[in-house]
């Protein structure tokens, strides 16, 4: 949904834009290309090949122009510290009372990048033989394996649950600790042999799994994902930073892939806070820090749903400061 993200943000020329999803630099580059001199746009990934794969494309000339007219600068972090790193970039928080404090607009595309899907060692996919990591940032920090490996089956169900939302996710950890009981698993394709129960097959890398079986896969893989990478909790750190970020009418523009994250979104726009907790004033208005066309949902139309059938879970809310 490039055209209605773009559309939502509202560029202004010489704004200060927030990128803090860069991926594959689509959204990007659409916003880049609309600056004019003063403006600027701040891309963060804390994937460092989000970058390297951006300068090896055939519009690393693109960057490299931005780069130079001081119209973008890629940002290698996690986007829980986009208050930090807009500080130390020259651009605090926004103080009514500090000139040039604040930023336009802040646009998060909370899916996950076709590389890190496409590519076998970074294991983000059942579909292909890998080791088992699924780190966004492979710097450090525990792999999708550590978990699986040392998470007792209690806080394994837990995870399987909460962010799968495996109703069987007590028997599927039990699985898991059975079969680790006799071998380390460190590969996808231990881990899709235990959750099929052995019936898949390989292809020159790639595994062929039952299609009914493909919806729980995704799901034990998407839990793991969230794990490994902290995801809810630097979401959560995000919005609350990002809200400060804004000057008003700056914009908050965020696509989200499941329920968990679709939910916290919704509720944080509606009520400015992370629990959902509706305050009104003395005429029973909602107190909000957003106004606007806030928390209005849109979704990919069905021609874009057919030419990227990832589009079809993708939920885009546009949030207006107040």
Partial sequence: ?????????????????????????????????????GGKLFSMDQDLDAYKNAKSLQNAAFWE???????????HGNFRYIKNFLDYY??????????????????????????????AERGFSFRFAGPLDMRMNQGGGKTAADIVNTYDEEALARV???????KNSRQIARQIVRRRNSEAIART??????????HWQMHDGEIEVDPHAKKDLARIFQALRIEVNDEM????????????????????????????EDR?????????NLEGNVEKDFY??????????TGKVITASDEEVERNPRSRSAKLRIAIKN
Avoid: C
């Fill in 1 to 37: 949904m490039l055209e209605e993200t773009i559309e939502g943000l509202n560029i202004l020329p010489q704004g200060i834009y927030v990128d803090v999803t860069f991926g594959g630099g689509g959204h990007s580059r659409a916003i880049t290309s609309r600056l004019e001199d």
């Fill in 65 to 75: 122009e931005a780069e130079k007219a001081d119209k973008w600068q890629f940002v």
């Fill in 90 to 119: 020259g651009h605090p928080a926004y103080d009514p009372d500090e000139e040039g404090s604040g930023i336009d607009g802040i646009l998060a595309d909370l899916g996950v990048s076709f590389h890190h899907f496409d590519e």
């Fill in 160 to 166: 399987l649950y909460i962010y799968g939302e495996m």
């Fill in 189 to 198: 394709e231990q881990l899709v042999d235990i959750l099929t129960g052995g």
């Fill in 233 to 260: 909790k630097a979401l959560e750190e995000m919005l609350l930073a990002g809200k400060d970020m804004l000057r008003p009418g700056g914009r908050f523009v965020i696509l989200t892939y499941h329920s968990l």
């Fill in 264 to 272: 916290m979104v919704k509720n944080f726009f509606k009520t400015g």
């Fill in 284 to 293: 029973g208005n909602v107190i909000s820090p957003f106004g606007g066309k």
